[in-house]
């Protein structure tokens, strides 16, 4: 009884933190800066809450890594991850919240596509239906949304690119497993700021947020997302298994595409409804097919 307890904790911890990262695509439209520069403040402003969580935690100032190896990795994993939220970014002002978070929430399916390409991992049955099922869903979503005329396909396109730059982060961040999870968040958040730099100066446009609201707008995407979403998934993934933990990770779409019809009137057709649920269902099977490690960190 302890134990279900302690379990179901768990997974309220986890899907809640997919629940504040829900809220990314929110702030990412409320934004006027460039994808890119919304993709630097959001690493930039989280950093100075994460030395005040390690503070907390370990009484530690430093963020020391047990193999030096892990940095590299995490610079590696960082350059993937800052060119996935650049793009899901920019995708977000020419498509939909709901298939710009659903789309790019297909990561599992690249995960492993590249496990069997990289560590010659078996694509299991269960891999096989869920890719199907997940692509089916994606297809029938891109096709039957609403038009095209404002560019929503190419924003469609470039969902699945970050999907596949998202597989790339997951893949490398679940070999630095031995790592705190705290260290992991804050190496990768310092070199994705970094790593923004050079394509926020190329994209051009405001490059500083210019009021009051902006700089709150980009500080609670940081603070909740970032900061909030990411330590609440990393520390409830581990303790649960891993069909709960992916039924828990769905709650970063739902949450999306519920708060984009309150606020952006984003009204979803029967239609789109029925192939988002086949979408997240084979995202759900993909997802319990990869090992619990696989899962320390979330967009």
């Not at 695509?25 to 994808?35: A, E, R």
């Not at 100075?48 to 940095?71: D, E, R």
């Not at 596509?113 to 089916?136: H, P, R, V």
Request: aromatic share 16%; with cysteine; net charge positive.
């Amino acid at each position: 009884m302890k134990n279900n307890f302690h379990r179901t904790n768990y997974f309220l911890v986890l899907a809640f933190g997919a629940m504040l990262i829900g809220f990314a695509p929110i702030f990412v439209k409320f934004s006027i800066l460039s994808s890119s520069a919304i993709t630097f403040y959001r690493m930039f402003l989280t950093l100075p809450f994460l030395f005040i969580l390690n503070y907390m935690l370990y009484k530690k100032i430093k963020f020391k890594v047990n193999n030096k190896k892990t940095i590299l990795y995490a610079a590696f994993a960082s350059l993937a991850f800052t060119t996935d939220l650049t793009l899901w970014h920019y995708s977000m002002g020419i498509t939909s919240v709901s298939n710009a978070t659903i789309i790019v929430n297909s990561a599992p399916i690249f995960v492993a596509i590249l496990s069997f390409i990289i560590f010659k991992e078996k694509l299991s049955k269960g891999f096989i239906l869920s890719f199907l099922i997940t692509y089916i869903g994606i297809i029938g979503l891109i096709y039957f949304s609403n038009n095209y005329s404002n560019g929503k396909f190419l924003g469609d396109i470039l969902c699945l690119v970050a999907a596949f730059f998202y597989g790339i982060y997951l893949l490398i961040i679940a070999k630095l497993g031995k790592e705190k999870s705290i260290n992991i968040i804050f190496y990768t958040t310092l070199f994705c700021c970094i790593f923004s730099i050079i394509p926020m100066m190329i994209q051009g446009g405001a490059m500083i947020p210019s009021s009051k609201f902006e700089w709150g707008n980009l500080l609670l995407l940081a603070v909740l997302c970032q900061l909030g979403g990411q330590y609440f998934i990393t520390h409830g993934i581990g303790k649960i298994s891993a069909s709960d933990g992916s039924i828990g990770l769905l709650m970063q779409p739902v949450t999306a595409t519920i708060l984009a019809a309150l606020i952006f009137s984003e009204i979803l057709n029967f239609i789109q409804i029925i192939f988002i649920l086949v979408t997240m269902l084979g995202i759900y099977l993909a997802r319990i097919n990869l090992s619990n490690d696989r899962y320390k960190q979330t967009q």
